[in-house]
């Protein structure tokens, strides 16, 4: 439910207020505070309350009931959009194109550390790289997991670019206190379990779209993560499974103005695993960038053909430079249209 209160009501009365909704009812109040109006978000049992009461209150100019299952997510909730801001003072969302770049897995020092510099240099500001590889085949490379972790350190020790970097289980997690922002893999989407830990942390949580997963469900799952308490959530559109086979996904383009008119948090695309062609990258980084994506996340590697995991879909630190330029040029356009 949603409560919009009348404009200029003292803070006092407004406390007062949300104090008698969660004294008789049994909900949690979510406050937006607008400039020029005050919403109250009401998540819980709202069944026992009546529309017309509460539309009668003094401080109340109208109640709305939200059919979204998604209600932390929503934008109704919060109609401004979400930034997440690093200590570092990097942004994700609100205006403006972050990108992450690195390779898909860490292979050794100085892979990481050589793609990190290259990438910085080219304008990333954000290092991707995974240590706990998600693979198909339990015989393929799984990455170099703790030691990988400590190398991610090492290149943003040099760089001073943060990490996003995925966990595959909440008994990874003290391994990642230093990570910066943690990638939720597609495969992990509806991992509920893991998601609820990660709602419990106070860091940026990357939550990437699963294969054949809904929009609506991809919501969900960041609700599961913002109801614990962490509402720093970036969403992902990583492409989905449809009949296609030429490309290894298909990238869902529509998705981005879709997820940013339902909600309030930042839309990243990853053109990388969309297409899982090399040669597809920029078209469609292009194309998420025009779109009003706030960042694309892409795997650079500095010798693709050697790449120890999805090396056909990687560009190389030249072929970024330029990708880095193009989108950097477009986004800026596309925000004084
Ligand atoms: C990755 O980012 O390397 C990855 C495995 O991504 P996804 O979960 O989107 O497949
Ligand atoms: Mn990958």
Request: net charge negative.
């Amino acid at each position: 439910m949603i409560i919009v209160l009348k404009p200029n009501q003292q803070k006092g009365q407004i406390e007062h207020f949300i104090q008698r909704l969660t004294d008789n009812y049994d909900v949690q109040v979510n406050t937006w505070v607008g400039t020029h109006s005050t919403v109250l978000g009401l998540i819980g049992d709202t069944t026992a309350i009546d529309d017309e009461y509460i539309a009668a209150q003094d401080v109340v100019e109208s109640v709305r009931r939200v059919q979204e299952p998604y209600k932390k997510a929503n934008r109704k909730f919060h109609p401004d959009d979400s930034v997440i801001t690093l200590p570092g003072g990097q942004k994700i969302g609100g205006g403006g194109l972050a990108l992450i770049a690195g390779p898909c897995s860490v292979e050794s020092r100085e892979q990481i550390i050589g793609v990190a510099k290259s990438v910085q240099k080219s304008g990333a500001q954000f290092l991707r790289g995974g240590a706990f590889k998600p693979r198909t085949s339990p015989y393929a490379f799984q990455g170099m997991k703790a030691e990988g972790l400590e190398l991610l350190q090492e290149a943003k020790k040099e760089t001073g670019l943060p990490i996003v970097t995925e966990i595959m289980s909440a008994e990874h997690l003290p391994l990642f206190e230093d990570v910066d922002i943690i990638q939720v893999g597609a495969r992990n989407m509806q991992n509920f379990e893991l998601l609820k830990r990660l709602g419990k942390l106070n860091k940026p949580i990357l939550l990437k779209r699963g294969l054949a997963n809904t929009i609506e469900e991809l919501l969900m799952s960041a609700e599961y993560i913002m109801a614990e308490g962490n509402e720093q959530v970036i969403l992902c559109e990583r492409g989905i499974r449809t009949y296609e086979t030429i490309t290894r996904n298909t990238l869902d383009i529509s998705a981005i103005p879709v997820l940013k008119r339902l909600s309030h948090l930042p839309v990243i695309v990853d053109p990388s695993h969309a297409s899982g062609l090399n040669w597809l990258i920029e078209p469609l980084a292009i194309a998420a960038a025009a779109i009003g994506a706030d960042g694309l996340i892409i795997e650079v590697h500095n010798d693709p053909s050697h790449a120890l995991c999805d090396g056909a879909q990687s560009i190389t630190p030249a072929q970024f430079d330029l990708l880095s330029q193009k989108v950097t040029k477009l986004s800026q356009m596309v925000a004084t249209l």
